[in-house]
């Protein structure tokens, strides 16, 4: 079987913000953070899934920038691999997450980011404090 691949985007706003969304679903995840973006569609490329699921979850369109890191494992033998984007159009709506927060430097571990995204979020801060 194929691994699973889950795409997520680190959407960059001026001011190194960073933004947050916080899982509504399922209820053991629900109430963490994460980034916005979701599974890979069959026939799917993974930019077009992430694009997809900027629009769908936050009513946004993005523009997909630099690739951040390698593979994160995560439960249930998926992988989640990560890009810097930013905003194209649009202001991000919480369509269905609970909340959204803008994180900016100094308030990058301000939420209870789920396991993975710990570690993303570490190398997101690094990528963005070099320049
Ligand atoms: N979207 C997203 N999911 C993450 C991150 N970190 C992490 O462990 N995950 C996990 C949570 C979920 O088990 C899985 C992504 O599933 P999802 O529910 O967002 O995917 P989806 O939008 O395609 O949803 P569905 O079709 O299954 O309803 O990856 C992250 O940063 N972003």
Known sequence: MS???V????????GRRVLAAQRAEPAAL???WEFPGGKVEPGESEVAALVRECREELGVEVS?????GEDWP????YVVRVWLCSLA????QAKEHLALRW????????VE???ADLAIMKTVENLLLRD
């Open 30 to 32: 629900a109430g963490g």
């Open 7 to 14: 795409v997520a985007a680190v959407i960059v706003a001026p």
């Open 3 to 5: 691994t699973v691949v």
């Open 64 to 68: 997909v920038g630099e690739r951040v």
């Open 103 to 110: 994180l900016g430097p100094g308030e990058y571990y301000d």
């Open 89 to 92: 159009s649009g202001t991000p």
């Open 113 to 115: 980011w789920l396991g």
């Open 74 to 77: 995560i439960d249930g033998g």
